[in-house]
C-alpha cells in the first residue's frame, strides 16, 4: 500500500551490529505490525502495536525491539542477541476494514 | 493457540488448469480469514477475506475462497489459472476483535506457459 513506508529496502549488517528498520504510515492507523519472513515459514510476528505508547510481543520476539513513539511510526531494532537475523521484514497496519496492509519490506543479509 | 495449515508447499500447473489451495485453521471460535498473495518482487496484496454471511467469497482476479466452518477450512479456488498467477498464496487467520494475525506458512504456485 503506497501509504505504508518502509526503509531501507535493503541492509547488511556485520554480526555483533544493531540495525533499526523504520515503518511509516501517513494513514493515520493506530494497530501496525512487524513479521519477519523466512522461505517455508511464512510470516511470523515479531510485535504489534496498538496504540502509540503501547507495543505487544509476538511469537518470536526475541532479538528485537520496538518502538510507538508517534502514531505514524513503529521502528523494528535487530538486536545483536537475534541469533539468525538474516530475513525478510515485513512492517503492516490494520485497514478500517480489518485487514492488513502491507508495506514493500526490508531485506537484512547479516555478513 | 491459533495456528493456519497450508498443506500444499509448491504447486505447479499448466495455463487453463483448474486450482484448489489448501487452508486449515484451529481455533475454536469465530474467525476472520484471509488470503493475501504475493507476486515476485512485489509487497503482499489481499485476494479476499471472509468476516461472516455467504461461506463463498469472490475476490480479485478471478479468485474465489469457500469456508466450511466444519473442516476449519478456507480453500482458495480458481477455475483456470494464468502465467500471471504465478505467485507465492498465504492464508491468515484472526480472532475478532484481538489484534493478532497468523499466517500460514504458504504455497508457491508456478503456472508454466
Known amino acids: 500500500d503506497g501509504g505504508i513506508t518502509q526503509s531501507p529496502k535493503y541492509l547488511f549488517r556485520k554480526e555483533g551490529q544493531n540495525v533499526t528498520l523504520s515503518c511509516e504510515q501517513n494513514?493515520?492507523?493506530?494497530?501496525m505490525y512487524w513479521y519477519r519472513q523466512d522461505p517455508g515459514q511464512g510470516l511470523r510476528l515479531i510485535y504489534y502495536?496498538?496504540?502509540?505508547?503501547?507495543?505487544q510481543k509476538g511469537d518470536i520476539a526475541e532479538g528485537y525491539s520496538v518502538s510507538r513513539e508517534k502514531k505514524e511510526s513503529f521502528p523494528l531494532t535487530v538486536t545483536s542477541a537475534q541469533k539468525n537475523p538474516t530475513a525478510f521484514y515485513l512492517c503492516?497496519?490494520?485497514?478500517?476494514?480489518?485487514?492488513?496492509?502491507f508495506g514493500e519490506g526490508s531485506r537484512l543479509t547479516v555478513l | 493457540a491459533q495456528s493456519v495449515s497450508q498443506h500444499n508447499h509448491h504447486v505447479i500447473l499448466s495455463e487453463a488448469a483448474s486450482l484448489e489451495l489448501g487452508c486449515n485453521y484451529s481455533?475454536?471460535?469465530?474467525?476472520?480469514l484471509f488470503w493475501y498473495v504475493q507476486y515476485p518482487g512485489q509487497h503482499l496484496q489481499l485476494l479476499l477475506k471472509?468476516?461472516?454471511?455467504?461461506?463463498l467469497v469472490k475476490g480479485i482476479k478471478g479468485f474465489e475462497a469457500e469456508f466450511i466452518k466444519s473442516k476449519f477450512s478456507f480453500n482458495l479456488r480458481k477455475p483456470s489459472v494464468q502465467w500471471s498467477d504465478t505467485a507465492e498464496y498465504f492464508c491468515?487467520?484472526?480472532?475478532?476483535?484481538?489484534?493478532?494475525?497468523?499466517f500460514g506458512t504458504g504455497t508457491r504456485l508456478k503456472v508454466l506457459a
Open positions: 503492516a497496519i490494520e485497514g478500517f476494514t480489518g485487514e492488513l496492509f
Open positions: 494513514l493515520n492507523h493506530d494497530a
Open positions: 502495536s496498538q496504540i502509540v505508547n503501547d507495543f
Open positions: 481455533y475454536g471460535g469465530t474467525v476472520n
Open positions: 471472509y468476516f461472516s454471511g455467504d461461506p
Open positions: 491468515a487467520v484472526n480472532a475478532p476483535g484481538t489484534y493478532k494475525y497468523i
